[in-house]
């Protein structure tokens, strides 16, 4: 079935250092999502990415879609406090039940002052 | 706005017991989700809902079943719980296009069973 992967598993950083966690599917997406959970939380919705080759910035935060939209990352500029948590990647098929999210395992980060 | 409440927050059961975990949503999305979050496991369905009175398989069913009578609720049984379930369970919901649209998860329910 559908796999979607997700490298680091854990990712320690310095405040004001770089981040980026990489996702990949076993098979060609529609789209895919990226989710934060802060620890205690609940996972919340960052941003979808629907095009081949797309790429999407919020302030610090950059997501790209691979060519073949079986790839993607997410890219923090100069990490904060604040981004700690967890990220995850989610994919979703074309259609019956491939049309449901497959969730990556996630990498935690984790941000030293 | 309260978007998806999930109840209880958290419980402790005996191996054996029977409980139900209620989700409700108040945005009239048309679907609803039942995923488990075990350390380093990632979040895994169980067991979805495409519109009242539906109810599909997800990755990890056995175990669990579901009911959605009203649009607004979904609800997850176990019969006979297992130390394998222990777990935390998050309920989403979604609009009107599956697995095109955000998902909106509630805060969880923190499960032990003993």
């Known amino acids: 079935g559908q796999q979607v992967m997700q490298i680091p598993q854990y990712q320690h950083v310095q405040e004001g250092e770089d981040f980026t966690t990489y996702c990949n599917s076993s098979?060609?997406?529609?789209?895919i999502q990226w989710y934060k959970q802060r620890p205690g939380g609940h996972p919340v919705f960052l941003i979808q990415?629907?095009?081949?080759?797309e790429v999407k910035k919020q302030k610090r935060l950059t997501f790209q879609f691979g060519e073949a939209k079986k790839n993607s990352s997410l890219h923090i500029t100069a990490t904060q406090t604040t981004d700690v948590g967890t990220y995850f990647c989610?994919?979703?098929?074309?259609?019956?039940?491939?049309?449901?999210?497959?969730f990556g395992k996630g990498t935690k980060l984790s941000v030293k002052p | 706005n309260a978007g998806v409440t999930q109840t209880p927050k958290f419980r402790v059961l005996k191996t054996g017991q029977s409980m139900t975990l209620l989700c409700a949503q108040d945005?009239?999305?048309?679907?609803m989700y039942w995923y488990r979050q075990d350390p380093g496991m990632g979040l895994r369905l169980i067991h979805y809902?495409?519109?009242?009175?539906?109810?599909a398989k997800g990755e990890v069913p056995d175990g669990y079943n579901v009911s959605r009578l009203k649009k607004q609720n979904f609800l997850l049984g176990l019969e006979s719980a297992a130390p394998s379930q222990t777990s935390v369970y998050f309920c989403?919901?979604?609009?009107?296009?599956?697995?095109?649209?955000?998902?909106?998860f509630g805060d969880g329910t923190r499960l032990s069973i003993l």
């Open positions: 989610a994919g979703s098929g074309y259609g019956g039940s491939q049309g449901n999210l497959i």
């Open positions: 098979t060609t997406l529609s789209n």
């Open positions: 990415l629907v095009k081949s080759g």
């Open positions: 945005m009239n999305h048309e679907y």
């Open positions: 809902s495409v519109g009242e009175g539906t109810t």
């Open positions: 989403a919901s979604e609009g009107v296009r599956r697995g095109n649209q955000p998902q909106h």
